[in-house]
T-cell receptor, first 126, second 111 residues
Framework: QLQLQESGPGLVKPSETLSLTCSVS??????????WGWIRQPPGKGLEWIGT???????NYNPSLRSRVTMSVQTSRSQFSLHLTSVTAADTAIYYCVREFRTAIWNRGNARFDFWSQGTLVTVSS | QSVLTQPPSVSGAPGQRVTISCTGSSSNIGADYDVQWYQQIPGRVPGLLIYSNGDRPSGVPDRFSGSKSGTSASLAISGLQAEDEADYYC???????????FGSGTKVIVL
């Protein structure tokens, strides 16, 4: 069974960079029909897609976060990472790493997030 | 404000049928993009409940069903059970936004 586990600091100071890593086990990170990504959820609020990337390097970011987000994949370690710069209190949220599965790899319209990590709360505070 | 609109809450007695609407537009659901539904039980991780408008992952009871028509989608829960009390989110892709969008979520209350 595929498992995702994120790691990283739970407290980040305002204006600094939030960095998280997700480790994938029980399945290949280099699958042809899968992307890997991040979704966040502010406490008591709804879900927000941050971005997803393919092991080949193809990636898609939330336009509202694009200027601050960088994602990368480390295939040899079965890991992928998120970096979010210049954080503010509005970035306080539970961050989930997810697998995005596409029936047809070229078609974002049929994508679903079928595996989720347990989530980690990242608080932005001085 | 979410691109996909859901009612804040719906309620029903055990055994009843409830439906949750997800209203979009021509740039998402109406553009023939698939709709997914996720269930988030309080304090738990969201889980995929319905994909490709109406398909269920293995292990999801057939009490849950999804449909899509035009620019809207619906999730129906029949034979409502206490364990169905949770938040439900719809999700699709949006051309104007240029990425994946979620509905604002609907809390299902079992009376």
């Amino acid at each position: 069974q595929l498992q995702l586990q994120e790691s990283g600091p739970g407290l980040v100071k305002p204006s600094e960079t939030l960095s998280l890593t997700c480790s994938v086990s029980g399945g290949a990170i280099s699958g042809s029909h899968v992307y890997w990504g991040w979704i966040r959820q502010p406490p008591g609020k709804g879900l927000e897609w941050i971005g997803t990337l393919h092991f080949s390097g193809s990636m898609n970011y939330n336009p509202s976060l694009r200027s601050r987000v960088t994602m990368s994949v480390q295939t040899s370690r079965s890991q992928f990472s998120l970096h979010l710069t210049s954080v503010t209190a509005a970035d306080t949220a539970i961050y989930y790493c997810v697998r995005e599965f596409r029936t047809a790899i070229w078609n974002r319209g049929n994508a679903r997030f079928d595996f989720w990590s347990q989530g980690t709360l990242v608080t932005v505070s001085s | 404000q979410s691109v996909l609109t859901q009612p804040p809450s719906v309620s029903g007695a055990p055994g009843q049928r409830v439906t949750i609407s997800c209203t979009g537009s021509s740039s998402n659901i109406g553009a023939d993009y698939d709709v997914q539904w996720y269930q988030q039980i309080p304090g738990r991780v969201p889980g995929l409940l319905i994909y490709s408008n109406g398909d269920r992952p293995s292990g999801v009871p057939d009490r849950f069903s999804g449909s899509k028509s035009g620019t809207s989608a619906s999730l129906a829960i029949s034979g409502l059970q206490a364990e169905d009390e949770a938040d439900y989110y719809c999700q699709s892709y949006d051309d104007n936004f240029g990425g994946y969008v979620f509905g604002s979520g609907t809390k299902v209350i079992v009376l």
